[in-house]
């Protein structure tokens, strides 16, 4: 079996951090510690010359904290009010964290628009190029102040296959709470398996 190449062996790498990860769910805040670390292995990477780009989950719930919205599912206006808040905090927190190792965050926000329609896709392509072209680190996220249930992508790591895909990257990296590919969902099927390669992709 071929060997599992390490990150230090790829030019791009786009990272996605799920909110799980980032984000306390009970205390509705980014877990500093947590965040510190990711970026100092971000930085790392930037460092040897590597471009980065990060693809960040968090805004939503960062802001139904700071607005102090219930618990539970939230009606699609409640959403973009939580987003428009949470993803000031994101940014901010983002750019303080890496700022601390000398990298500058640039905030692109997309929406599914953005990516498949094709002057708003090289347009974006482009704005994540210029930013790594200066040696910035992008962070992206959905637009979901604007973005409504027909057409959004409501799960970042499709986003961030497509922001992969758009910024040419040799590498994806998907951060979760969750262990791996199964071959059904695990929440709903218990039993279901890992699968913790895939050799091939079948048709």
């Known amino acids: 079996m071929t060997a599992i190449p390490t990150l230090s062996t790829f030019r791009r790498i786009v990272v996605k951090i799920g909110s799980a990860l980032l984000v306390d769910q009970a205390k509705g805040q980014v877990k500093r510690a947590w965040r510190e670390s990711r970026a100092a292995d971000l ?89 790594l072209a200066v040696r910035a680190i992008p962070v992206v996220n959905e637009n979901d102040t604007v973005a409504t249930a027909e057409i959004r992508y409501g799960d970042n790591d499709r986003l961030a296959a497509r922001v992969a895909t758009m910024a040419s990257a040799d590498c994806l990296v998907l951060l979760s709470d969750i262990d791996g590919l199964y071959t059904a969902p695990p929440h709903k099927a218990p039993h279901a398996p890992l699968i913790p390669v895939v050799a091939r992709i079948p048709d």
């Open 43 to 131: 930085a790392r990477h930037h460092a040897r010359g590597a471009d980065v780009v990060i693809v960040s989950s968090g805004a939503i719930a960062l802001g139904r904290t700071i607005l102090t919205l219930p618990r539970g599912p939230l009606e699609l206006e409640q959403s973009q009010a939580a987003a428009a808040v949470g993803q000031l905090a994101l940014a901010r927190a983002w750019s303080e964290v890496l700022s601390a190792h000398g990298v500058v965050a640039g905030q692109v926000l997309l929406t599914w628009h953005d990516t498949e329609e094709r002057r708003r896709y090289l347009n974006s392509r482009n704005t994540i190029e210029t930013l």
